[in-house]
């Protein structure tokens, strides 16, 4: 008895907003599902916030509207907090290549990640379809017609006779549907301290630190309990005076020197700063500082999208949406790549993209808006029953990998790999007991042979071409 005959593939014409990660693997899905493409990218290059910039913005605390942004949030000598192997989208491993010039390493540094998304696209041709340093500065329904979009973008015009650019090209095109994928690691969420505005010593966004110069001496608090904080602290307390590193979750006694180090401790968080300069944490202690870190994560910013309200963020809550993709209302003809958080983003990015081609071809029925936004109410009743605070809305964390195979299972695909799972879990488990040297030393030999002799199964050229194809 021969399998049903799935109906014929609707194509659609697309805007992917972003060639980062997400924006890359978006598209290569859409493109599988028949659909035309178009992404927008306003730097000259694909690759997102895994491009390193070594500038900063001239306000530390990215508050100044009209400051010059910087769209990276890399420090120089950042690492992976993912093996690599965990790292990678399903169906294009991230394998350490076999050339002296690559980083070899199962935690590598940035610029692996980079290289590893330009071999993407480049397998992929999807640099074909990017238009770069093309800024998108408004999307928009089209006024009385249901399911168009209208995407204008402003592209510098460049002479590269003299290697300059001057002013733009603006244009506005109609889509059936916007897929956006620009990421979340641009504008910084700052702790409120009270007397803060009176205190003497400097401020600043993780989102600016680049390397430890420049903290020579000095006693720095760092505000967060994050990788960036935890990556940072420890660069910085060799060459720091102190280091204190303040967490809100951690109990208000909290006082507790760090092992390995005689110049970082861990607080409870900040009362009040004094115009003294000085910092008193809820623990009691107080210190001195000249300089506090914000490493307390970023907001999510769409500043090209108008909605007519009905899609807003409030206290980092995009809402609604329905499974963290679509606007009930406006779906699919509007979706959202990558906000989840506390997740392994590649493998992520790849379901979701999966399932937005598929819906978008056809292939793949959503319920009704209705039911969508029932599934809405209820989901944040869960948080409220549960007292997640609302910012928190997107972090999935523990439920990530149910929240993957939910996705798989609507595309008829494969789930995350069991393998994966553990690997995650080891390796999380082995930055608790070995912080200072778990990328190095993690002992998963098993899970790693598991791995690659599941990635044995992928050619990438001779893949199918979707999973709703087989």
Same mark, same amino acid.
């Given at each position: ?38 992404? &927008?990218? +306003? ?18 605390? *990215? ?76 999307? %928009? ?73 420049? /903290? ?5 608090? #760092? ?58 944490? +809820? ?14 994560? !970023?907001?999510?910013? &769409? ?31 509007? *979706? /959202? ?28 029925? #959503? ?15 869960? #948080? ?16 990530? /990998? ?12 494969? %789930? ?16 608790? #007991? +070995? ?16 791995? !690659?002799?599941? /990635? ?5 050229? *001779? ?8």
């Amino acid at each position: 008895m021969s399998s049903p005959q799935l109906p014929p593939k609707i194509s659609r014409h697309v805007a992917v907003i972003g060639a980062g990660a997400a924006g890359l693997v978006a598209s290569r899905e859409l493109r599988r599902e028949g659909h035309d493409v178009v992404v &927008f990218e +306003r730097d000259n290059q694909v690759g997102g916030t895994w491009v390193y910039n070594p500038r900063v913005e001239p306000d530390p605390l *990215s508050l100044n509207p009209n400051r010059r942004i910087i769209h990276s949030s890399l420090y120089r000598s950042l690492r992976t907090n993912l093996p690599r192997e965990v790292m990678g989208f399903k169906d294009y491993p991230f394998i350490a290549k076999n050339d002296k010039k690559r980083d070899q390493r199962r935690f590598p540094g940035h610029q692996e990640v980079l290289l590893y998304l330009q071999d993407f696209a480049s397998e992929f041709g999807i640099e074909e379809i990017v238009r770069f340093e093309t800024e998108v500065v408004h999307v %928009g329904p089209v006024k009385d017609n249901i399911g168009k979009w209208i995407v204008r973008s402003k592209r510098k015009i460049r002479d590269d006779v003299r290697e300059v650019s001057f002013g733009f090209d603006v244009d506005e095109e109609i889509y059936d549907a916007v897929v956006i994928c620009n990421g979340h690691y641009t504008e910084p969420r700052i702790a409120q301290i009270p007397g803060i505005s009176s205190w003497p010593g400097k401020q600043m966004h993780s989102h600016n630190y680049r390397t430890p110069e420049g /903290f020579q001496d000095q006693v720095a608090i #760092l505000i967060g309990s994050s990788a960036s904080s935890f990556d940072l602290s420890r660069e910085i307390a060799g060459v720091a005076k102190e280091v204190h590193v303040t967490s809100r979750s951690v109990a208000d006694e909290t006082y507790q020197e760090q092992p390995g180090f005689d110049n970082i401790w861990l607080h409870s968080m900040i009362e009040s700063a004094h115009a003294d300069g000085s910092v008193v944490f +809820r623990n009691g202690r107080v210190v001195v500082a000249d300089i506090i870190i914000h490493c307390t994560g !970023y907001k999510y910013h &769409f500043p090209f999208l108008d909605t007519n309200g009905i899609v807003t963020v409030d206290d980092n809550r995009v809402a609604p949406l329905y499974k963290h993709v679509f606007p009930p209302v406006l779906a699919p003809w509007l *979706s /959202f790549v990558g906000l989840p958080w506390k997740v392994v983003p590649f493998p992520l990015f790849e379901l979701q993209t999966k399932w937005i081609a598929g819906v978008l071809s056809g292939h793949i029925a #959503l319920p009704t808006p209705e039911e969508m936004m029932e599934d809405v109410k209820a989901f944040y009743l869960t #948080l409220e029953a549960s007292n997640i605070p609302q910012y928190r809305t997107h972090n999935l964390g523990v439920c990530q /990998f149910e929240y993957d195979n939910w996705l798989a299972s609507q595309c008829g695909c494969p %789930g995350i790999e069991e393998w994966r799972e553990q690997m995650y879990d080891a390796a999380g488990k082995s930055k608790l #007991l +070995r912080p200072e040297i778990y990328r190095d030393e993690l002992d998963d030999d098993d899970l790693v042979l598991e791995a !690659y002799a599941d /990635f044995k199964k992928y050619t990438s050229k *001779s893949q199918s071409s979707s999973c709703f194809s087989q």
